[in-house]
């Protein structure tokens, strides 16, 4: 049984913003040569999240619509100091989630065929920075 742990680096442009990461996980796979394992993706922040969704941007726009109605910018928000935007974006991280399991399944990510890994941007522009870890053989 091996291990392996690597890192990736993102720069987000904007908020809402969702960047596909699925190339570069698939590279550390690869890299790996782990045939048959799992992979778990984890973002090192709390006000972004990662997902996995298919690379369409009508689903995306749809998606942030929705998180806009169940966490509103306009409403009070008791975690204020850094605005209403980095209060949002905590709640929905606790929402949508930090970490992905994947099977690693002949070398290969289990992906469905529409499917890609997503960082989504829930506060800012700036770096993120993502952990990986897979374990297999």
Not at 14 to 37: A, F, L
Not at 72 to 89: F, I, M, Q, V
Request: proline share 1%; hydrophobic share 40%; charged share 25%.
């Amino acid at each position: 049984m091996k291990v392996i742990t690597d890192f990736i680096e993102v720069e987000s442009n904007r908020r809402g913003e969702y960047i596909d990461i699925t190339n570069q996980i698939e590279k550390i796979v690869e890299k790996s040569n782990i045939k048959n394992g799992i992979i778990v993706i984890h973002e090192l922040h709390t006000t972004a999240a990662l997902t996995i969704q298919e690379n369409d941007g009508s689903i995306h726009e749809d998606t942030k619509e929705i998180l806009e109605e169940i966490v509103p910018l306009n409403k009070r928000y008791r975690h204020s100091y850094e605005g209403n935007e980095n209060a949002t974006a905590h709640i929905k991280n606790q929402l949508l989630g930090s970490s992905i399991a994947l099977p690693i399944i002949n070398g290969r990510l289990a992906l469905g065929t529409w499917q890609h890994i997503f960082l989504i941007e829930l506060f800012e522009a700036r770096k993120r920075r993502i952990a990986v870890c897979i374990v297999g053989e």
